[in-house]
Structures are given as structure tokens and as C-alpha cells.
């Protein structure tokens, strides 16, 4: 493959204001990652090649629109990260919230633990390299994941998302995907699932209104109630006396 060019990274004039909105003073931060990402992330297949031109419009504002749906202060787990959309961005653009970038893919979490490196972003973000279902139960002697808000972009439909994401939000945490244009349609298909799982019923809510154009389309789901293995577990341990903290 021919080697990328980083120039395509550039910030283009006419959405600088926007990512000045959107980073304030971290900018900087914002800037290097999208050239990691024309370059390596192009590189590793982590980004395609016609991608790297849009890098700002199509993915790092877009990511960076959904901050304003996430709480100060909170933890965020970003399941499926890649190439740490939206994770990184989110990290970059609030350095109030602690971020766990979850992803199962060997070459790609390198990736991520180099730019988090790279970037600076070692104090308030980790990696974990594997599923979904190995982040809720617990891996590699590590103990289970939870989150007060969980992210995830492009990953699957909305059954499915759920079904991954919901058991690793605390009970009143939140879901909050990134989704295209048929957002309505995919809750009127899938508000059943996520209801049996444990969600409420899902929003859908335009970040970056006024600011990015089109605001990025998210949807968003509390988690309300355990079900199945969680349930049963957050039972075992009441009857125990004191939870364990997390």
C-alpha cells in the first residue's frame, strides 16, 4: 500500500469553527489523533482510504457531538472502539470522564493503546481487550466492567446492541449509540427486544445542533431494570449482606 498522506488530515477552514466548539483548548490533541488516523489507522485497515479525507466531518465531530448526552464526571465503556470512535474523541473532547475503550480485535487494540499513549490520554483512559460479555462477567482475572454511561457506533442493530451493552450500564446507566438516519425505524423494530432485556424505551436525540451539519443522530436507552444472569446474581449478593463495590 502506498504510504498515506497525513495532509489529508488537515482541518478543513470551513468546519473549523466547529471543532473549535467542539475541543475548545484541546484542539491540538483533536488534530493528532486525526492524523494518526490518516496515517496508521489507514495503514492497520482501521480506517479506509477514502475515509481519511473526512476524517473530521464524518467521524471526529460527529463522535465529539455526542458529549453533550454524557454527565460530568461520569465512566464511559465505548464497546466495539476500533479505531476509538467514540471513545478517543469523547476522551479528547472531556477530560472530566474516565473511558474504557473495549474491544476484542488483537491489531486493533494495539492501535489504541499506542494513540492513547501517543496522544497523552494515559490518566483517564484503558483499554480491555475483549467482548462485550467478557467486559460484563469479568475477565482474565479481571472483575466485571460497569459504567454510568456506555457507548457504541456502527457496531450492530439495536436487539443485539442492547443485549451487549445494556448489562454493563449500572442500574439508571445509559445506552447511548451513535445511529444513521433510520434510527426511528430500527426502535420501532427492536423496542420489544430492548424491553426484555432490561432497557426502557429507547430516544432518539440530534447532537450538535447549530454547530454540526447534520447533527449526529443517537439513541439512547436506560437501563431500568436486571434481568436473567444479572438479576440473579445482584440477588445473591443481598442476601449476602454488602454488595461489592465496584
Known sequence: MEAPDPTVAVLPVYLAGAARTLFGDRLDIAAAYAELLATDGVL???????????????????????????PEGVEVLDVGSGAGLPGIVLAIARPDLAVTLVEP?????????????????????????????????????????????VTARAVAPLDRL???????????GRLVAL????????IAEHAAAVAKLGGGEPAV????????????????????RLVGRARAAAGKRSQGGRSRRR
Open 179 to 186: 445511529k444513521g438516519a433510520s434510527a426511528a425505524e430500527e
Open 205 to 224: 436525540h440530534r447532537c450538535g445542533v447549530g454547530v454540526i451539519d447534520p447533527p449526529a443522530t443517537v439513541v439512547e436507552v436506560v437501563r431500568e
Open 162 to 172: 442492547a443485549a451487549w451493552c445494556l448489562p454493563l450500564a449500572v442500574p439508571n
Open 105 to 149: 480485535l488483537a491489531r486493533r487494540t494495539s492501535f489504541l493503546i499506542e494513540a492513547v499513549e501517543r496522544l497523552g490520554l494515559g490518566e483517564t483512559v484503558r483499554v480491555f481487550r475483549g467482548r462485550a460479555e467478557e467486559a460484563a462477567t469479568g475477565a482474565a482475572g479481571l472483575a466485571p466492567l460497569r459504567a454510568d454511561v
Open 44 to 70: 492497520r485497515g482501521l480506517i479506509g482510504p477514502r475515509e481519511a479525507p473526512r476524517i473530521w466531518d464524518r467521524h471526529l465531530l460527529n463522535c465529539a457531538a455526542v458529549a453533550e448526552r454524557i
